[in-house]
T-cell receptor, first 110, second 114 residues
């Protein structure tokens, strides 16, 4: 069956460190993979998109990698700050629609 | 500034009642979507529309309906509310029919069916 897996356990890191979140998928061959941020009580906010022919995409302190062989995307936040604390969702393109993972909660401590 | 708004933010209704959740966007996006978000399930697609008078079923469409009479609005109707429909509902819109742009989400409606 088709699955998107994100670590359901919260990731706790110290301010200034690099946070790395993982998105694994099975039985999909997505052309695109997207990452969103969601704060409590709010809707997801689009952060980055990476295409299947791109290995890496950067935006300010954010970096996303996409390995279609491993069927995995990694999302990195460098020099993390308490304001980065949120839930991060990955989403990939299924047959004709966007499929979301359940998200990983990131907590950055001062 | 363009925005996407959902109303109400919170709603409590009784089993069996018809409920309509509103979604209004001023982005002039053709594509609009309704998702529900539940613990352990992530965001699941209910219905979507690629333009006026176009509607399509998502993976969890049973018990829900939508209509699209203009570009700005995609109301979601629960025909006969059930406790299993207690959830947080998000509306989203996107610029293209493809997936090379991110979706813009509303702030959500928390619906409780008692």
């Amino acid at each position: 069956s088709q699955k998107i897996e994100q670590n359901s356990e919260a990731l706790n890191i110290q301010e200034g460190k690099t946070a790395t979140l993982t998105c694994n998928y099975t039985n999909y061959s997505p052309a695109y993979l997207q990452w969103y941020r969601q704060d409590p009580g709010r809707g997801p906010v689009f952060l980055l998109l990476i295409r299947e022919n791109e290995k890496e995409k950067r935006k300010e302190r954010l970096k996303v990698t996409f390995d279609t062989t491993l069927k995995q995307s990694l999302f990195h936040i460098t020099a993390s700050q308490p304001a980065d604390s949120a839930t991060y969702l990955c989403a990939l393109v299924g047959t004709d629609k966007l499929i979301f993972g359940t998200g990983t909660r990131l907590q950055v401590f001062p | 500034d363009a925005e996407i708004t959902q109303s109400p933010r919170h709603k409590i209704t009784e089993t069996g009642r018809q409920v309509t959740l509103a979604c209004h966007q001023t982005w002039n996006h053709n594509n609009m979507f309704w998702y529900r978000q539940d613990l352990g399930h992530g965001l699941r697609l209910i219905h979507y529309s690629y333009g006026v008078h176009d509607t399509n079923k998502g993976e969890v469409s049973d018990g829900y309906s939508v209509s699209r009479s203009n570009t700005e609005d995609l109301p979601l109707t629960l025909e006969s509310a059930a406790s299993s429909q207690t959830s947080v509902y998000f509306c989203a819109s996107s610029e293209t029919a493809g997936f090379d742009y991110g979706y813009t989400f509303g702030s959500g409606t928390r619906l409780t069916v008692v």
